[in-house]
């Protein structure tokens, strides 16, 4: 069943705590992306990442760190959350080749007090 | 620069059509995309353009002109449940293949 599966679905952190959000796809898509929503600004670009250890920032970086040590693996980090960090968060994936739509999993609602 | 604009909300009647617009700025345009997203849901992807004309998929059709910079998505026989967001999304060759998204356009149906 082709899929994007992100856990956890819902998250409240406290300011400067630690964050892990994860992602998984099962179709052995080369390309994953971590994307923020927020209203009124619509879907940002956190990261992109082009295979294992392949990654590269997307437009608003700061704050956040990826990893992906197997392709159908790729995990956002946040390290010492702020409060402006407040969004949901949308992993998505796709093969190679730039006529390829992106596959969106469900979203990871955060919220930083 | 780069970008995407699309209006923020658009109202139309059930059984009738919704045209959902979108213009983008783009140095190396390679593909547009649109999605369809309910409240709390994930994007859905809906179709992707990237020669100029205008692209018949029954319910959802896509229109391209790439010297003007638009696209627009039409949805005829609308009914309740097609009421959702609409995001519109641009490639660029030139930055490393990534998407560029649209704020979004909020469609409401009324009967």
């Known amino acids: 069943d082709m899929k994007v599966t992100q856990m956890p679905r819902y998250l409240i952190k406290r300011m400067g705590e630690n964050v892990l959000l994860e992602c998984g796809q099962d179709m052995s898509h080369e390309t994953m992306y971590w994307y923020r929503q927020d209203p009124g600004l619509g879907l940002q670009l956190i990261y992109i990442?082009?295979?294992?250890?392949?990654?590269s920032e997307g437009d608003i970086p700061k704050g956040y760190r990826v990893s992906r040590k197997k392709r159908e693996h790729f995990s956002l980090i946040l390290d010492s959350a702020k409060t402006n960090q407040t969004s949901v968060y949308f992993c998505a994936s796709s093969p190679q080749g730039n006529n390829q739509a992106p596959l969106f999993g469900e979203g990871t609602r955060l919220s930083v007090l | 620069g780069q970008g995407v604009e699309q209006p923020a909300k658009l109202m139309s009647v059930e059984g009738t059509f919704a045209r959902v617009n979108c213009t983008y700025s783009?140095?190396?345009?390679?593909?547009l995309s649109w999605y369809q997203q309910r409240e709390g849901q994930a994007p859905v992807f809906l179709s992707y353009v990237v020669l100029d004309g205008l692209k018949d998929s029954g319910h959802f059709s896509t229109f391209l002109s790439r010297s003007n910079g638009y696209s627009y998505l039409l949805l005829t026989e609308l009914q309740i449940k097609d009421s959702a967001s609409y995001l519109c999304?641009?490639?660029?060759?030139?930055?490393?293949?990534?998407?560029?998204f649209g704020q979004g356009t909020k469609l409401s149906i009324k009967p």
């Open positions: 999304a641009v490639r660029d060759r030139y930055n490393q293949g990534k998407l560029i």
């Open positions: 990442s082009y295979d294992v250890d392949s990654n």
């Open positions: 783009t140095s190396g345009f390679n593909g």
